[in-house]
């Protein structure tokens, strides 16, 4: 009877992985390769992202930044899992656990919430610029690469 039961579950859970990730993804990537009038196919939604220098700024800064956020997620996690996992280290479960924690937040809610806090019109951006002192901008390439490490740089003057 268990056996049943984990086999069910295993495709049911299957069956919503590919309705809601693989057919999306699968009609987003057939759609790229289709005209909007009539559906057929085509190159030319690629040459006209290709021919504007914006987009490929976008490209290279999105490249950019998830190239140097995985050698820095590698130089940061392969030492300390081989760390907690070899030797008997303080605080070995609570990093355990804190190490599950990105898996477990959106990445969207997350970024939604820094623009909320550090945004143009965020909320602590206008409680420090009641002060005086001005936070850089977390917009574009700068913003992106300097928000992970240190979200509070701030400018005085």
């Not at 495709?11 to 309705?19: M, Q, S, T």
């Not at 196919?41 to 021919?51: A, D, G, I, K, R």
């Not at 999105?62 to 130089?75: E, F, K, V, W």
Request: charged share 10%; glycine share 10%; proline share 5%.
């Amino acid at each position: 009877m268990k056996s049943r039961f984990w086999s069910l579950t295993t495709i049911l859970i299957f069956l919503i992985f590919f309705f809601f990730m693989i057919l999306p993804v699968l009609n987003l990537f057939t759609g790229s390769f289709q005209t909007q009038e009539k559906g057929a196919f085509t190159l030319q939604n690629y040459l006209s992202f290709f021919h504007y220098p914006s987009y490929w700024r976008s490209l290279w800064n999105s490249i950019l930044i998830g190239l140097i956020s995985a050698a820095g997620a590698m130089i940061v996690g392969v030492p300390m899992g081989y760390m907690v996992s070899r030797w008997n280290v303080m605080g070995k479960s609570l990093i355990v656990t804190l190490s599950t924690l990105p898996l477990m937040l959106p990445t969207f809610i997350a970024a939604f919430a820094w623009v909320i806090l550090l945004g143009r019109g965020g909320i602590i951006t206008k409680f420090l610029q009641t002060w005086g002192i001005h936070i850089g901008s977390i917009y574009g390439y700068p913003g992106m690469m300097r928000l992970p490490d240190d979200p509070f740089r701030i400018q005085c003057g």
